[in-house]
Nanobody
Framework: QVHLVESGGGLAQPGGSLTLSCTAS??????????WAWYRQPAGKQRELVAA???????TYSDSVKGRFTISRYSPTKTMYLQMNSLSPEDTAVYYC?????WGQGTQVTVSS
């Protein structure tokens, strides 16, 4: 079993930055055999992949965030991060942490002036 808790969401101005954190707990958490990812779901739209850390050690990003967002992980604390820069109103969504079939509760990110 894996339990995920996100934090760091909130209100940001266009062009601003936020950093999301996701801390995993549970004996089944693995860094090397599980895909760790961030998804987001804008209001009224489908959930979409934002960024992922693959089991091979690579990073993948959606085209809409490439060059602005950075995904990372600190394995000793089982914490994954999403550094979000140059935010725009289109980034407004609920952001979810995901590890394999496990999901966090989501954290709201709102970008508005």
């Amino acid at each position: 079993q894996v339990h995920l808790v996100e934090s760091g969401g909130g209100l940001a101005q266009p062009g601003g930055s936020l950093t999301l954190s996701c801390t995993a707990s549970g004996s089944d958490v693995r860094s090397t055999t599980m895909t760790w990812a961030w998804y987001r779901q804008p209001a009224g739209k489908q959930r979409e992949l934002v960024a992922a850390l693959t089991t091979g050690g690579g990073r993948t990003y959606s085209d809409s965030v490439k060059g602005r967002f950075t995904i990372s992980r600190y394995s000793p604390t089982k914490t994954m991060y999403l550094q979000m820069n140059s935010l725009s109103p289109e980034d407004t969504a609920v952001y979810y942490c995901n590890i394999d079939e496990f999901w966090g509760q989501g954290t709201q990110v709102t970008v508005s002036s």
